[in-house]
């Protein structure tokens, strides 16, 4: 009787182990495959995210160039590579976004003056520095058809500043901006 209970104490402890063993086991490869999962997820959500930065980059309208609104036979310029930049540019983006073509969006907006244009004239009459926001508000009162965002009215406003057309004010976390003095002249002599 005393041989007994040890051995079967033994295999109990021996059955339990191995119990264990599996149950850890099957454990493990319950969470190496829920760690594969989220891998899987986490490169997923890097990919969206990539693609949603892209898309934002995208979405973002940059300003066009001012030469680029011209009229080519008014500024003398005919060449081929002119023609050709046009053809390929902002109005062929935009026309693949609509589904108009090409000529079509070129010819609605060739019509339209330029919005640095637009935004130097209202600053003509000031002497003060102006907000981006009010700019933008009187553009919209000025010109109805016209509807651009804050983000382009910035954009549009900073390409003028780089081109020594206006100049930036600051003032705590405000940025103004007023017309250049040879701009002014210039304007004002039209």
């Given at each position: 009787?005393?041989?007994?209970?040890?051995?079967?104490?033994?295999?109990?402890?021996?059955?339990?182990?191995?119990?264990?063993?599996?149950e850890?086991?099957?454990?493990?490869?319950?969470?190496?495959?829920?760690?594969?999962?989220?891998?899987?997820?986490?490169?997923?959500?890097v990919?969206?995210?990539?693609?949603?930065?892209?898309?934002?980059?995208?979405?973002?309208?940059?300003?066009?160039p001012?030469?680029?609104?011209?009229?080519?036979?008014?500024?003398?310029?005919?060449?081929?590579?002119?023609?050709?930049?046009?053809?390929?540019?902002?109005?062929?983006?935009?026309?693949?976004?609509t589904?108009?073509?090409?000529?079509?969006?070129?010819?609605?907006?060739?019509?339209?003056?330029?919005?640095?244009?637009l935004?130097?004239?209202?600053?003509?009459?000031?002497?003060?520095?102006?907000?981006?926001?009010?700019?933008?508000?009187?553009l919209?009162?000025?010109?109805?058809?016209?509807?651009?965002?804050?983000?382009?009215?910035?954009?549009?406003?900073?390409?003028?500043?780089?081109?020594?057309?206006?100049?930036?004010?600051?003032?705590?976390?405000?940025?103004?901006?007023?017309?250049?003095?040879?701009?002014?002249?210039?304007?004002?002599?039209?």
């Amino acid at each position: 009787m005393t041989s007994h209970p040890p051995a079967t104490l033994r295999t109990r402890l021996v059955d339990q182990a191995t119990s264990d063993l599996k149950e850890n086991r099957r454990r493990q490869q319950e969470l190496a495959e829920k760690v594969r999962m989220l891998k899987q997820e986490e490169a997923l959500l890097v990919d969206i995210l990539k693609l949603a930065e892209r898309y934002e980059s995208l979405a973002e309208p940059s300003p066009p160039p001012e030469r680029a609104e011209e009229d080519p036979a008014a500024t003398g310029t005919t060449s081929r590579k002119a023609s050709a930049s046009s053809s390929t540019g902002a109005p062929a983006r935009r026309a693949a976004r609509t589904g108009k073509s090409a000529r079509t969006v070129a010819k609605g907006k060739s019509r339209q003056p330029p919005l640095g244009d637009l935004l130097m004239s209202l600053l003509t009459g000031d002497d003060e520095p102006r907000l981006a926001k009010e700019l933008r508000d009187e553009l919209l009162e000025k010109h109805p058809g016209r509807n651009p965002s804050p983000q382009v009215v910035r954009n549009t406003l900073e390409s003028l500043v780089a081109k020594g057309h206006i100049r930036r004010h600051k003032q705590q976390r405000s940025v103004m901006y007023v017309l250049e003095e040879p701009g002014r002249r210039a304007l004002a002599a039209q």
